[in-house]
């Protein structure tokens, strides 16, 4: 992706139209709430990786409510953050949000860091996450790029129907010489990019009749061109392994302790398949074979039960 050396009439009348729609507009999602603070907020940015905002808001809540500092987090084995995730899917999430808890409790005291530096050596927290906790929890200037904002600068600012694959260097300076010099400010405006690249700015059929920008968009004034090449379908889930993953996680979830491989067998019908999706769990570090009984499995950490002096598991 290329951009111009410099941003026409863009830079600050860009941003100051953006938030300014967004101070009327912003959808009231309760990890910009005051109270959400670091950690909720730090939360939200994990789950909302590839998951859309409906299916996120209740597992935020309820996770939230149980966990409301790090420190309670790190409190419980690395299971519950699995079975408390439930259904969001890319459950390797819950393992990262874990050991990120842990890290902060070790490291940091139980409070998330406000330096970016600092945020980006906690386990599982990359460019992305750090950018956004350090924007939209401390108010701090740093280009926040996803999906959404590469796209929406894409248009406005390099004129073409989309970004690229993944995030490079050019999308972070492109989107950084939006942002106002004022930290608080530039925060703000971070926020609204996001904002209208997800519910106005999107990619197959975009609101450019509802969009802040659109008088200022070079997209736009280029006839807004489609996009060159095949567009990309969405993937298969139905019958992938990513499904059998994920009907072994549920089984696994809803039991407490070892389950016997003969009720994982239960799931699905294709053994290779199956069996290879398991294998996958246990590589991934979601699921161990359990000490006893022999052949069976359960999340990490479940798979050792305490037992009672007689010898069995506690109810």
Known sequence: MSYPSHLPPAGEPLATAAIDWFDRHARDLPWRRPEAGAWGILVSEVMLQQTPVARVLPVWEEWLARWPVPADLAADPPAEAIRAWGRLGYPRRALRLHACAV????????????????????????????????????????????????????????????????????????????????????????????????????????????????????????????????????????????????????????????VPRARLDAVWPDAAQRSRALAGLVADGLVEPADHPADAFALIG??????????????
């Open 103 to 258: 890290s902060i409790v070790d490291r940091h005291g139980g409070a998330v860091p406000d330096d970016l530096d600092l945020l980006l050596a906690l386990p599982g927290v990359g460019s992305y996450t750090a950018r956004a906790v350090a924007a939209f929890a401390f108010g701090q200037r740093h280009p926040v790029v996803d999906t959404n904002v590469r796209r929406l600068v894409a248009r406005a600012v390099a004129g073409v129907p989309d970004a690229g694959p993944a995030t490079t260097a050019a999308d972070l300076a492109a989107t950084e010489a939006l942002l106002p010099a004022d930290p608080a400010r530039a925060a703000r405006a971070s926020a609204a990019f996001m904002e209208l690249g997800a519910v106005v700015c999107v990619a197959r059929t975009p609101r450019c009749a509802r969009c802040p920008l659109a008088g200022r968009c070079a997209w736009r004034a280029r006839g807004a061109p489609a996009p060159v090449g095949p567009s990309r379908r969405p993937q298969r889930y139905a019958g992938t392994d990513r499904q059998v993953r994920g009907l072994l996680l549920a089984a696994l979830r809803e039991a407490r302790g070892p």
């Open 302 to 315: 479940d798979g050792a039960l305490p037992t009672l002096p007689d010898g069995r598991a506690p109810a």
